[in-house]
């Protein structure tokens, strides 16, 4: 018999719907909005099924265990260290292992962008379950909400729940997009961080990391939205900011640190991407 909720040391906080509606008309929180949010640990028996899918987008993180979810006909194993993302209006159903079963800490979201940041996710209908680098900063952002809806639902707790909230999807978003240590992305990504004084052949660097030069530049299309030495230089001109903001420099000085030897290219590299010149960018008053 699958159970409908009840699990040792469980944590749970629902947000009034009446009040869901009134935070949801709000300027400030209309965005984003945390409906409901807990923790079931070792749930064995655990099933939930909508066949007309649920208002909120559901996220489910699951830490240990394991069990399965079910969209569009499709069912997926879900493991530890990876996290479920259900879109609001979708039929599904999930249910934890009969034999190992998981741990989630979950929450239900609304908002106007809650689809939109699911999306930036990566995460998809066909696609819901997310394998997570580190989910632990997954679950650190969970528990404060939790531990916030536990304290009462004045507005400003709301608010910040909300704020929780956007930054858990986004950090979902980020973990997805970076390599994972030790990838041929991630080496790449940090041999290029360590020669921002020199140019760099994409060849070269794609035999050192194990791949082909094509495929390199499809993993860093991915992970930045630019090529393998767009990447660069954006790493070559954010050093040349710094030396420009900290150091008494010369230009030229700056352009060879950041591995450039003709001073008036450097300069054009820079006006390129920020739209002013160097000297421009020094004398501006920032903070």
């Known amino acids: 018999m699958k159970l409908v909720e009840g699990f040792r040391n469980e944590r749970m906080c629902v947000v009034p719907r009446p009040l869901v509606d009134e935070i949801l008309a709000r300027p400030v929180t209309r965005r984003l909005v945390v409906t409901d949010a807990g923790l079931f640990p070792e749930a064995r028996n655990h099933e939930r099924f909508r066949p007309s899918g649920s208002p909120e ?8 265990g394991s069990g399965w979810v079910e969209l569009g006909g499709v069912r997926t194993g879900v493991g530890s260290g990876s996290v479920v993302l259900i879109p ?3 039929p599904h159903r999930y249910a934890s292992s009969d034999s190992n079963p998981w741990t989630i800490w979950w929450c239900h979201l609304r908002g106007t962008d809650a689809a939109e940041l699911v999306e ?6 066909e696609r819901p ?4 680098h580190n989910i632990e900063r997954c679950v650190a952002l969970i528990d404060e909400i939790i531990t916030a809806l536990e304290r009462d639902l004045l507005p400003a707790r709301m608010i910040g729940a909300s704020g929780i909230a956007w930054q858990l999807l986004t950090r979902i978003a980020l973990d997805r997009a970076l390599p994972e240590r030790g990838d041929p992305l991630q080496r790449a990504m940090a041999y290029l961080s360590e020669r921002l004084d020199s140019a760099v052949k994409v060849s070269e660097l794609a035999s050192m990391v194990g791949v082909s030069a094509s495929h390199l530049g499809a993993m860093f299309r991915t992970a930045t939205g630019g090529g393998v030495l767009a990447h660069h230089t954006a790493l070559r001109m954010s050093r040349a900011r710094q030396l420009l903001d900290t150091s008494s420099l010369g230009i030229a000085q700056i352009a060879h640190a950041v591995g450039y030897q003709d001073a008036l290219y450097f300069s054009r590299q820079f006006h390129r991407t920020h739209g002013v010149s160097p000297s421009e960018y020094r004398a501006h008053r920032k903070g």
């Open 129 to 132: 379950v997310l394998p997570m």
């Open 88 to 90: 609001g209006g979708v």
């Open 57 to 64: 987008t559901i996220l489910l993180a699951c830490t240990a």
């Open 120 to 125: 930036a996710t990566g995460a998809t209908v």
